[in-house]
């Protein structure tokens, strides 16, 4: 009975229940974040050169939902009101579930090699990150991208967190 309580803690510290639900972990293509921002850039060039001094809001409707190999960095802070209103737009007209901007209120800064994100995650899964990271350590995030929004003359792309994984060590690193 000791072994079987034993067996049993461990797999509750192991699987959080942010993991226990039903994640499409393989509608994620493993993808770098420098790879989305190109895409990003190239899909908008021609609007960004037609209207170069224009507010914008670029809305995405294929959020093309990635798997992102970056370093945890620790800090985190709360989400602009620029960039909170532009996640409750998106969520407004893109989204299924009603409540899903709200699930948004923090965002972590992360690295991919010398570049810095920052990172809208759900509140549901940020409160793991304590729990199962700590600084430096490589983190696998599945995120999707809705779009951007313009930012002292440059568009600044935002991509939802929406679940995470430590890495195994046997896993090799984003391509």
């Known amino acids: 009975m000791k ?22 972990w393989n509608d994620f293509e493993r993808r770098t974040l420098q790879g989305l ?11 960004l050169k037609r209207y170069p ?6 809305f995405r409707g294929k959020i093309m939902p990635s798997v992102v190999r970056l370093t945890y960095t620790g800090q985190l802070r709360r989400i602009s009101g620029e960039r909170k209103k ?14 899903y901007a709200a699930m948004f209120e923090t965002e972590f800064l992360f690295k991919e090699e010398a570049q810095e994100y920052w990172l809208p995650v759900q509140s549901q899964v940020a409160k ?9 350590d490589a983190v696998d995030l599945y995120m999707i991208r809705p779009g951007g929004l ?3 003359d440059k568009l ?13 060590e046997t896993d090799s690193p984003s391509p």
Do not use: C, H
């Open 37 to 47: 921002v190109k895409i990003n850039v190239a899909e908008d060039a021609d609007d």
């Open 53 to 58: 001094d224009k507010g914008q809001l670029v």
């Open 3 to 24: 072994k079987f309580a034993l067996i049993f803690s461990f797999l509750l510290l192991t699987f959080s229940p942010a993991r226990a639900q039903d994640f499409p």
């Open 128 to 136: 793991y990150f304590d729990k199962e990271l700590k600084k430096g």
């Open 86 to 99: 532009f996640i409750e737009l998106w969520a407004g007209a893109y989204s299924q579930t009603q409540d």
């Open 156 to 168: 600044d792309w935002i991509f939802l967190v929406e679940e995470f994984q430590k890495p195994k």
């Open 150 to 152: 313009m930012e002292k």
